[in-house]
């Protein structure tokens, strides 16, 4: 079989099998392998994969290509370039697992070193992104639940090195200290060998979060975000968590309560560095104050776990998300893949005064390596950015999108509202919009009749 360009160019990259290898809980090696066979007992190119541990029984699993994607189209793929795609999309997935190309790198206790810079692969740990009404009920009536305020902002850590150097790094690890001196003059005392999590916020007069500010602020070279704190203000650092103190994890050996207190201890709080808000109120009191002030909604410890070292933070590039930590919101909150091309009949233009302009564009989410559409978004547009994102060149692109909740069957979202653009903020990629357990379950669940 004569094979084309494209596929010779995958061929070379991806033409002999590849092996990853992954340190379990018990200290042993999985190890996985993947290859694509040309032409396989079905006739047609086949994806193998074959898992197990060093010595151990070994499990083979292969997927049939039947076809290409993108028939007709300047991005058309043959049946046999989509197999080396998606064996290169398998190994780059099981990479952000936490996968390694060598026995000995999976072997290799990583730690976090306080004389060196930090690596770009390093991520803590996020919340999930919901709790269940029944497990709140129940941390509520232990007294094991722990109500924080949930601020709009943009994640950065602060680290004081081995030498006692105040550092400010974004959560993509940039280093960012020189948009925030006076952030670091205010912790200048902070403990050598110790690590704050946080946001950089900005807050309007009413006291609610303006993240468009903060994101630009964030967004900008050092000069920049200097000079536009000076003309409308300083942003704040808002501390929610410990996560090392003088070199010693606190996250997998203290709980949150306990952290909390040693944060306090610390007594870094000033004009500039804000401890994060605790509720004493139940969660139903508290959410209708966080409505009604027009913040962003909670995070909602479990005060009875510690979290577990694989979920603290990984050199991966993906963030863990515990058993011990939710968010709570009272509308849902998630990352969407966006398209707008009306042309090729994918999202549609606006009626009367927007007939010029976006009047919707297409969502999905990722589901087993596919993009799944998930209904239509155009709420939350002002005409400023409808005028904006009428261009098709710019897509895709991820939104984070709120929404009441996904309709069961169709996992479609009920009542989709922009809230922003993460594309433009540069911390969140198309590969990473994978589809939600909310709304996996909601396609699972029977249509509800009419």
């Not at 083979?60 to 007709?72: A, K, L, P, S, Y």
């Amino acid at each position: 079989m004569k094979l084309n360009s494209k596929e010779l160019e995958l061929k070379k990259e991806f033409g002999k099998p590849q092996e990853l290898h992954q340190r379990t809980k018990n200290g042993k090696v999985q190890n996985w392998k993947i290859w694509v066979v040309e032409k396989g007992k079905s006739e047609l190119p086949e994806v193998h994969v074959e898992f197990g541990l060093t010595d151990g029984k070994k499990q083979t699993t292969f997927d049939v290509i039947e076809t290409g994607v993108n028939t007709g189209k300047a991005n058309e793929t043959s049946a046999l370039e989509q197999a080396y795609l998606e064996m290169k999309r398998k190994i780059t997935k099981q990479l952000e697992d936490g996968y390694k190309t060598t026995v000995e790198e999976a072997l290799e206790e990583q730690a976090i070193d306080f004389s060196k810079p930090l690596p770009k692969e390093l991520c803590f740990y996020k919340p999930k992104n919901k709790i269940e009404d029944d497990k709140l009920a129940k941390l509520e009536k232990s007294n094991k639940a722990v109500l924080v305020l949930k601020r709009d902002g943009q994640m950065y850590l602060a680290r004081s090195s081995d030498l006692g150097d105040i550092e400010i790094w974004s959560r993509k690890m940039d280093l960012a200290t020189d948009k925030f001196p006076h952030v670091k003059e205010a912790l200048k005392k902070l403990p050598k060998k110790t690590i704050l999590l946080g946001e950089m916020v900005y807050q309007n007069k009413d006291g609610s979060d303006n993240f468009k500010l903060a994101s630009s602020i964030c967004r900008s070279d050092p000069p920049v975000a200097l000079e536009k704190q000076k003309e409308i203000g300083k942003l704040k650092y808002y501390v929610f968590d410990l996560a090392f103190l003088e070199g010693k994890n606190l996250l997998t050996t203290k709980r949150f309560s306990e952290r909390r207190k040693e944060l306090e201890k610390l007594n870094i709080e000033s004009e500039h560095v804000v401890l994060a808000t605790i509720f004493k109120k139940n969660c139903a009191e508290t959410m209708e104050y966080v409505e009604k002030k027009g913040l962003e909604g909670l995070v909602v410890w479990d005060d009875s776990q510690l979290i577990e070292s694989k979920n603290a933070f990984s050199f991966n590039g993906t963030a863990q998300r515990p058993n011990c930590v939710f968010k709570r919101k009272n509308f849902k909150e998630d990352d969407f893949i966006v398209r707008f091309d009306p042309a090729n009949k994918i999202g549609e233009y606006g009626k009367g005064k927007l007939k010029d302009w976006i009047g919707s564009a297409f969502i999905y989410q990722i589901l087993d390596g596919k993009e799944m559409w998930l209904g239509k978004v155009g709420g939350g547009l002002s005409e400023e950015l409808r005028k904006y994102y009428t261009d098709p060149k710019l897509y895709p692109l991820v939104w984070t999108l709120k929404y009441e909740f996904a309709q069961p069957g169709s996992g479609k979202l009920r009542f989709p509202v922009y809230l922003r653009d993460r594309t433009a903020i540069g911390d969140k990629t198309v590969e990473e919009c994978l589809m939600s357990e909310e709304i996996i379950a909601a396609r699972q669940e029977e249509e509800e009749n009419e």
